[in-house]
Nanobody, 123 residues
Framework: QVQLVESGGGSVQAGGSLKLSCTASGPIVRCSQMGWYRQAPGKERELVSSITSDGTADYADSVKGRFTISQDNAKNTVHLQMNSLQSEDTAVYYC?????????????????WGQGTQVTVSS
């Protein structure tokens, strides 16, 4: 089974920066896509940014120009650099990944979520 471990959340004042990291572990062959979602209190979970293994990135309009996603395919790790943070960015951020793994018998594809990390931006 593929597992995701997130790090880097915390509290920051408006205008500040944080960097989130997420590493996938397990019998991974390749993660075709990794990304970040967030969920604020009383709101639905929304896509923040995603990146494919070939480096194609996608961003929510609300974070374009402020957030940058990057990856290290060799380490199955994705980072989210968040700059110019605003109070509206306060949420629990979840890492997601779609990874191909070898079970010892066959290949399988897992879609997994991290446990979430809190980001709080104070104004």
């Amino acid at each position: 089974q593929v597992q995701l471990v997130e790090s880097g959340g915390g509290s920051v004042q408006a205008g500040g920066s944080l960097k989130l990291s997420c590493t996938a572990s397990g019998p991974i062959v390749r993660c075709s896509q990794m990304g970040w979602y967030r969920q604020a209190p009383g709101k639905e979970r929304e896509l923040v940014s995603s990146i494919t293994s070939d480096g194609t990135a996608d961003y929510a309009d609300s974070v374009k120009g402020r957030f940058t996603i990057s990856q290290d395919n060799a380490k199955n790790t994705v980072h989210l650099q968040m700059n110019s943070l605003q109070s509206e960015d306060t949420a629990v951020y979840y890492c997601s990944a779609e990874c191909k793994r070898w079970s010892g018998i066959k290949y399988s594809r897992d879609s997994v979520w991290g446990q979430g990390t809190q980001v709080t931006v104070s104004s």
